[in-house]
């Protein structure tokens, strides 16, 4: 009786399951998800799926579902579709049969380009080819290589659309063979394969290799995507030609080149893409298929383009509107940058562009000077009568009384007295313990610069004349009469020439002894910004038609002249690279203009919004990193530079980026 109770206990009831997607007799695509609902008395374990009778896949979670890849199927075909289900105790049930029809919306990919690598290659050399293919739905591909040896890949990793993939092989024998790629996308859709590209195999026969190439030869500096040549030279011991490959340092290395007689020189060209240093060096291989150890390498710097912004550092009032910034702007050793803006403030910002303090005046007093470094602290003076000395972390050094307004801008010698032009017509020189002289200079903004040997002290003056003062007393060493006022600024070359423009349209040439000019240069417009010198002596200045000129000191004559077409614009810099830059005023917009110093062909320029006005043009500034500054009504801009300051006897207003307008002066400091 115990056995009959038990038998009676046995499930025999089947699971019941039926296809809920797709239904029957409809279209599908490439891609199919293929569900069912399955019930049972007690509980269902699985589900399997199948196709055309062949085992799909199984799910054994509600709701019952499995992908179905139908893309290598061929359009307009019916394919079948059904399920069974099964319980705990292996009962099994069976779906109705689904038919549907495939309809592929999918393209298969474009033929592939024809593969890219060696021309020749010797036995058991392992060679790299690339290809790259398009799908026209942007679909990923896959690259596989048909190596013409009866060989042929396996199929790439899946690669974005038009990305190029590559492949390493390996030829066993001697002969020419046609190797060519084919694609295939996520869908299993393959294309057409490619034109061949024919590689030659030489059978290797050992020897003496080529001696190892010279280090390669070519630019040292670059920026990204720019096109650059390298070039290699080595010898054969056997006379036998050469081929080279070069190894970038970026990851990548050259195709071998074409053979060449030994001892003669090849050049290939490389772009960068990325910023950083990288390692060119190459190597050789003869006809015998012997290679030579690589060579030296040579340091290439790829720099970031000179014309992209760095960053922009603004300062918002309570109303969180931008405050101006005014005049130009000083670099200290310690990497600070230094500017003023309206409402008295000193800024004090990081080469990352970010405020690392910022001084204020007591009521507000305006700054009437541009910032200039010696000792570590900021100089500048305000509204107030006073000059102070400003720590990088916005606490006051030193706070001396003047007497009056400065105008342009502060110049220190190597001994810390500093000289500035007052607006009662004198220029003044102080120390730290206070007023040393005084001396009339007939008024004017002209900025004081000191010869190399700390000396003189050169201004100019509204009374039209060109100032040298003895830099310990004060005393005249000697003047010059122009033609008109001289708002200019000098610029002192290295075998101590004096240059300086003139409201008569004319740029002058001075002996540091006095005397007569040793020439002047006519600009046939006034000449009211600073000179700047680059190594080779030739001086760049703009005169108030905007027109940038490039005057030669030893003929004296024009080596060419630019345009700007602006309504003012500043004195210049230059980078050791030869580019110079000016800021040009367009109204309610300016602009960064960077001029080729070998022709005045233009470079690039970059527009400032907000708009100077222009008592308060600001000359670019050139630090000891290469960055470029420049400032507008709206803020401090920084951009990307090109190259360190211009090694030269004067490649910026006011001499250097701390701005002391000190002939003797470092160019990262005193």
Known sequence: MLFLGLSCLVDKERPEVQI??????????????????????????????????????????????????AARLPD??????????????????????????IQHGNSPPGQPSAPAGPTSTWTLDSCLFSARATDPDQDSVGIRFDWGDGVVSNWSPSVLSGQTVQMAHTFSLADTFLVRAQAEDKWGSVSRLSDPCTVTVFERHPGTPPTTPDKPTGTRETQPGIVEAFSARTTDPGGNHVRYEFDWGDGTYSLWSRFVPQG????DTHSFANTGSFGVRARAQNTKGDSSSWSDTLIVSVLPRDTALKWIYAYLDESFDSVPFMGTVAASPAG??????VRGLLHTITQEGQRRSAYQTLENAEFVCPPMIWNDLAWVAAHDTTLRAIRVNGTRAFALPIRGDILGSLACDGNGRIFFNCDNDSLYCYDTLGWRWAAYTGGGASSPVITADDALVIVGGDDGRIHAFNADNGSTAWTWVCGGPVRSSAAIGSDGTIYIGSDDGSLYAMRPDGGAPLWQYPANSPVATSPVIDAAGIIYFTSDNGVVHAVNPTTHLSVWTHPLNSDGSSSGAL????????KALYGAADSLIALNTLDGTGRWSAGLPGGTEMELVCSPLIDQYGTIYITTGTGVYAFWGQGLPAASAWPMFQHDPQRTGNASAKQGGM
Request: proline share 3%; hydrophobic share 35%; glycine share 6%.
């Open 76 to 101: 307009s075909t019916t394919h079948t579709i059904y399920a069974r289900a099964y319980d705990a105790a292996h009962n099994e049930g069976m779906s109705q049969v689904v038919a549907v029809t």
């Open 264 to 267: 003669s020189t090849y050049s």
């Open 575 to 582: 980078t050791q690279n030869g580019v110079l830059f000016v």
């Open 20 to 69: 809920t997607y797709p239904p029957n007799g409809t279209t599908v695509g490439s891609e199919v998800s293929v569900s069912a609902d399955a019930t049972d008395n007690r509980s269902v374990t699985k589900v399997e799926f199948f196709i055309d009778g062949t085992f799909l896949d199984s799910s054994k979670t509600r709701p019952y579902s499995c992908q179905w890849i």
């Open 336 to 341: 600070y940058l230094h500017a003023v803006s």
